[in-house]
């Protein structure tokens, strides 16, 4: 039975269910697409579970990597639900993890020799920290960009239906902050786990790849928005910006960088 078909195919189904709340006024359709988006997270998480006790690795590679990484974009966003209520979130979330999981189904299996140091429990934590972290940015993004699309709408005297179901400003612009402040630690500790991995493994801390110079630059954006927030005050239209900006150096350094110039952070063995 593939698995990943399966958690597919029910990402889709709560991303019709989701999206189809965006055009009614049933609260129940988005209640339903969030119980199925749960039993999708909760398949998704034994697979990920059963793929380590049997020895494979969960990350490396395009398909692997992403299959992971939406896992911890799911768990964030369920968890984010619990405090904001934002179940508008859920027309954005369920489509990103339908599409990240799809390159499991369709690539074919077994035709990439992955790294043995993927299955070095270290190098796991490495990029299980940097995932949740970066997953937090994403919830953070997708804020971001709801809360200058809403203040457009809202100066623009232009409030329709869809409009009514956002969170409000502040709201968005504080789940931004959360995901921000809670996010950077994580990315943090897993680059300085990454540092210390990579001395016991390759015999060098740092290597000056692509990759992780733009790991680096990545982090650097991110502390100039913590600085903001903390030390000059940014909230609103500035702090969305940056979580826009950021969010989208890390997408670049992610799959343009991590695709023609990945170094030892290969999408076509490890990552």
Same mark, same amino acid.
């Given at each position: +039975?593939?698995?990943?078909?399966?958690?597919?195919?029910?990402?889709?189904?709560?991303?019709?269910?989701?999206?189809?709340?965006?055009?009614?006024?049933?609260?129940?359709?988005?209640?339903?697409?969030? &119980? @199925?988006?749960?039993?999708?997270?909760?398949? &998704?998480?034994? #697979?990920?579970?059963?793929?380590?006790?049997?020895? #494979?690795?969960?990350?490396?590679?395009?398909?692997?990597?992403?299959? !992971?990484? $939406?896992?911890?974009?799911?768990?964030?966003?369920?968890?984010?639900?619990?405090?904001?209520?934002?179940?508008?979130?859920?027309?954005? /979330? *369920?489509?990103?993890?339908?599409?990240? %999981?799809?390159?499991?189904?369709?690539?074919?299996?077994?035709?990439?020799? &992955?790294?043995?140091?993927?299955?070095?429990?270290?190098?796991?934590?490495?990029?299980?920290?940097?995932?949740?972290?970066?997953?937090?940015?994403?919830?953070?993004?997708?804020?971001? *960009?709801?809360?200058?699309?809403?203040?457009?709408?809202?100066?623009?005297?232009?409030?329709?239906? !869809?409009? +009514?179901?956002?969170?409000?400003?502040?709201?968005? #612009?504080?789940?931004?902050?959360?995901?921000?402040? /809670?996010?950077?630690?994580?990315?943090?500790?897993?680059?300085?786990?990454?540092?210390? $991995?990579?001395?016991?493994?390759?015999?060098?801390?740092?290597?000056?790849?692509?990759?992780?110079?733009?790991?680096? /630059? %990545?982090?650097?954006?991110?502390?100039?928005?913590?600085?903001?927030?903390?030390?000059?005050?940014?909230?609103?239209?500035?702090?969305?910006?940056?979580?826009?900006?950021?969010?989208?150096?890390?997408? !670049?350094?992610?799959?343009?960088?991590?695709?023609? *110039?990945?170094?030892?952070? #290969?999408?076509?063995? @490890?990552?």
């Amino acid at each position: +039975m593939d698995y990943h078909l399966i958690i597919s195919l029910i990402y889709l189904i709560s991303s019709i269910l989701y999206c189809s709340h965006l055009w009614t006024q049933n609260q129940s359709v988005s209640r339903w697409g969030f &119980h @199925t988006f749960r039993i999708g997270v909760a398949l &998704h998480t034994v #697979d990920l579970v059963l793929t380590y006790l049997k020895g #494979d690795p969960i990350a490396g590679g395009l398909d692997r990597s992403l299959y !992971f990484f $939406s896992w911890f974009i799911a768990i964030v966003y369920i968890a984010s639900q619990s405090r904001f209520k934002a179940s508008v979130f859920g027309a954005f /979330v *369920a489509p990103l993890a339908f599409l990240m %999981t799809i390159p499991s189904v369709i690539l074919p299996q077994g035709i990439i020799e &992955h790294d043995p140091s993927l299955r070095n429990p270290w190098i796991l934590i490495h990029i299980a920290l940097v995932f949740l972290g970066e997953a937090l940015f994403t919830i953070a993004f997708i804020a971001g *960009a709801l809360y200058l699309f809403q203040e457009k709408r809202i100066k623009s005297k232009r409030i329709g239906t !869809f409009l +009514m179901k956002l969170p409000s400003l502040t709201s968005l #612009d504080n789940l931004n902050q959360v995901c921000l402040f /809670v996010g950077f630690p994580l990315v943090t500790l897993g680059l300085a786990l990454g540092l210390l $991995s990579a001395k016991e493994i390759w015999g060098t801390f740092w290597s000056w790849g692509p990759k992780e110079t733009w790991s680096v /630059v %990545t982090w650097f954006l991110y502390a100039v928005l913590i600085h903001g927030r903390l030390a000059t005050g940014w909230r609103g239209r500035k702090a969305a910006l940056g979580a826009v900006l950021g969010f989208g150096v890390v997408l !670049f350094t992610f799959f343009v960088i991590g695709y023609l *110039a990945p170094g030892r952070h #290969d999408f076509l063995g @490890t990552y």
